[in-house]
């Protein structure tokens, strides 16, 4: 294969359109949502009657979409997001419909918009202004910016009230930190009542009002499976007392609410199934549930109906990239109104994960390098494993980020990739990750570095025990975000096992990522987690891959943003510094990438292109493997 076509696969994956956070207008009539056909990410609408587009934004929206939009009420324009080149300190801004844009509210630190007033005149706003994230009031018509609460606690969720004339929101004023409560508060945040509607140590919050304002839909996981609840708020919050709470599923399923249907009569709520996930629709009266009709894969369902009165739905499977469709609830059938673009692909041509399931104890039997630990409690662990069709197949391990999170049937262009030069992908759900309800989240408090990534290093020996055309000498460990601190880790902890890592915006010291961290991150993340870094420091420093630096025995590249706020590109910087300073030697036994104009990860095109090249060239030196049919680009 010639040089030119292996760069045309790269390129023609990595330029597929993907559009995000389709929202309904008012009137069913449009879709807004992004999309980066332009080469980067721009407002678009959609007419679902005829899938076509216009674009609205002209290169003022970020370039990745870590905060959504709103419609204003009367459907004449979007409340967006913008920010410095990925750094996440956002603005709200408005663009009307013929795409002309203005500022709207305009403030130091992150500003998250919530939710929009009736009557398009108020906006709930989440900020970090003064430090911790709070809940902010703004005045469209008077400018004016009210701070509503106080907490030391990071407030989330904010809900405003159909007649605007209350909020609700979520924070935790207890001693437990991973809590999290249910608040009821006026609309100047006077008044404020905790509903108490979970067990201290649960995780609450509130997710949609009711038309009428009388219930508000709720997610809490005292059950340990996510579940959803109403709340009849009808005779009011003030006063003791318990309120009147009606909870569906959780009992076999982790599920968690969207949004209300029917004026209240119905609501949306996804069911996580393994690596699938689902919509399901529950009558708010009988309770009855039903899952809608999707492939096995990922779907959700937007708020809002389209004008034929059909709810608008989001679906993709591993081979099958992002699509929007109709859906018609008494027909249960769905028609697509925004179709996939692929390219000079077939969707033939992408791979479907077989699902794997093994038994991990959190200790591997490759040694441990850096910190001993005894067996923890056992768990079958599920993961899944795409094969590149190669025999011999080096394999990829590519734990997900989060932590707070979890590797489902949905597509990614860098997986295709990785599979279509050859390389076999394993993504393993370890201890901690989301699907499975809060106590196997909080397996991983108190314990980063230790027992889920005994998880993933037991992952890898299962598959490789099991495949004999897997090759053991060429495994990589490959991840982003805590992804990225997870192939740190597994380098320094069980550097037998790989022959190369990759580090995408990954934390290497835990001190510094308490210290320069956003504040929420800081406490809804790291004190979360692991505690306040002056009473757990021996944690703290046990477990930052940085301190272990010379058990690493395999080429680390390592790239991070120069604006990321999430997680510093100091933590980059002195994952670098300590490799220099215990002799390696740069661009041999490492190799080291600051990207900038560059945030945590980005949408544009330009910039996927220059983040597989920088993939596939190390890959390519470092390990090497032969292209799959795909990688031809034949008819």
Known sequence: ????????????????????????????????????????????????????????????VPRSVRAGFEWDPSGDRLFYHRDEGGNEQHDVWAMSLDGESEPVVEMDGQTRLHDVGEDGGTLLLGSSRDGQMNLYRHDVPSGETTKLTDYERAVAAGELSPDGDRIAYATNETDAYENSDVYVADADGSNARNLEIGDVGAEAAPIDWSPDGDRLLVVDNTTDLGRSGIVDLSGGVGGEGDVDVTWFGGDEFEESPSHFLDGGDRFVASRTRGAVTVPVVYDADTGEGRELDFPAGVANVTEGRLADDRLLAYRTTSSRRPELVAYDLDADAAETVFEAEYGPFDPDDFVEPETVSFVSDGVPETPARAVDHDPYEAFEIEGLLFDSGRRPSPLIVNPHGGPRHHDARRFSYRVQFLLSRGYSVLQVNYRGSTGRGREFVQELYDDWGGAEQG?????????????????????????????????????????????????????????????????????ELMVKNLGEPEENEAIYRERSPVNYVENVDAPLLIVHGV?????????????RDALDDAGFEAGDEYEYEELGEE?????????????????????????????????????
């Open 1 to 60: 294969m010639s040089e030119t076509e292996e760069s045309d696969v790269l390129r023609e994956l990595a330029e597929l359109p993907t559009f995000s956070s389709p929202r309904v207008s008012p009137d069913g009539e449009t879709v807004a949502l992004y999309y980066d056909v332009t080469g980067r990410n721009e407002l678009h609408l959609l007419d679902p009657s005829d899938g076509s587009l216009t674009r609205l934004s002209d290169g003022d």
């Open 455 to 523: 998880d993933v290093a037991t992952g890898a020996e299962h598959v490789l025990d099991e495949h004999d055309w897997l090759d053991e000498d060429r495994v990589v460990v490959y991840g982003g975000s805590y992804g990225g601190y997870s192939a740190n880790w597994q380098m320094v902890q069980y550097p037998d096992l790989y022959a190369a890592g990759i580090t995408w915006v990954g934390v290497s010291d835990l001190f510094d990522m308490y210290e320069n961290t956003m504040p929420h991150f800081r406490t």
């Open 563 to 575: 604006n990321d706020p999430r997680v510093p590109v100091s933590q980059a910087r002195i994952l």
């Open 599 to 635: 945030g945590h990860g980005s949408g544009d095109i330009d910039q996927k292109i220059r983040s597989l090249e920088l993939l596939d060239d190390f890959l390519d030196r470092r390990i090497g493997a032969e292209r799959t049919a795909v990688a031809s680009l034949d008819d």
